[in-house]
């Protein structure tokens, strides 16, 4: 990533450029862009060819001022960091449903060597605010609940939020390339929730904000507001307000949910 870029992407985030490449600015750099730059999957509902390469992350999630989901979002971080002077590694990751584990290459974080290898993940939606330590078993506090990596016997991890597991880690590095068939497929596959409805989603001082579909949904401590959209026009504009994202038109669910299609 080039240097004007690198002040573009850290403007973006409202993350000043740091000093050294460390723990602390690592920390900063994680949290900023988790309540910036939204999880979102319109894309795929919109059209647009999603593409695997630091350019193409720098011009969405930079330029045009959007989010995506992981492939995207922890590429371009990854990128970043990368110009920043961290040694980024990306990993695969298999993420846990309610049949158990989907498919490999589900889930793109990256593995962050420091003192030690630390896990950096801006795109799973609701996760660790920070980043986590592979090496330690023992429980990590965070803001998003009690973080557990578990050693399971094939030498993968799984990470587990307040005992509930979230995905199987490999340690492996992998390329770019290596996630774009399954990339790929979540963005066709009627099987895969991503092209079931559309998510558009950040975290806020009171809670998270998100749009599904047609819905806004609030939540705070002090519970869930709702409000379903009656027009395009008013849906558009909570996308404004809420995400700072414009566009020329409302998705349309690529395969919406309880209809029958094959692959």
């Not at 959007?66 to 990854?78: A, D, K, T, V």
């Not at 490999?104 to 980043?131: I, K, M, N, S, T």
């Not at 390329?175 to 989603?201: A, G, I, N, R, Y």
């Not at 749009?211 to 404004?240: C, K, M, P």
């Amino acid at each position: 990533m080039q240097a004007n870029q690198i002040d573009a992407y850290l403007a973006r985030i409202g993350v000043a450029r740091p000093a050294q490449p460390d723990i602390a600015t690592l920390y900063q750099l994680q949290y900023q862009h988790l309540r910036v730059v939204p999880f979102e999957n319109l894309s795929i509902h919109l059209g647009e060819q999603i593409q695997l390469d630091d350019d193409s992350f720098f011009d969405k999630l930079v330029t045009r001022g959007r989010g995506g989901f992981c492939y995207e979002l922890n590429g371009g971080f990854g990128a970043l960091l990368a110009g920043l002077g961290y040694e980024v590694e990306y990993v695969a990751g298999r993420v846990y449903g309610p049949s158990g584990l989907g498919p490999p290459f589900d889930h793109l974080a990256l593995r962050v060597q420091l003192d030690e290898p630390w896990l950096v993940d801006v795109g799973f939606g609701r996760f660790a605010d920070y980043p986590l330590r592979l090496n330690v078993r023992e429980p990590q506090p965070d803001p998003a609940g009690e973080v557990l990596v578990v050693e399971q016997a094939e030498g993968d991890l799984d990470i587990l939020i307040d005992g509930k597991p979230q995905y199987r880690l490999e340690l492996r590095p992998r390329s770019l390339l290596e996630f774009e068939p399954t990339c790929w497929w979540h963005q066709t596959s009627p099987k895969s929730h991503f092209t079931q409805s559309t998510v558009c989603s950040l975290p806020t001082s009171e809670g998270r904000i998100t749009i599904s579909d047609r819905v806004l949904i609030e939540t705070t401590a002090n519970g869930r507001r709702q409000h379903t959209f009656s027009s395009d026009d008013e849906l558009l504009a909570a996308y404004r307000e809420h995400f700072g994202i414009v566009l020329e038109h409302a998705p349309v669910t690529l395969h919406p949910r309880g209809i029958a299609a094959s692959v």
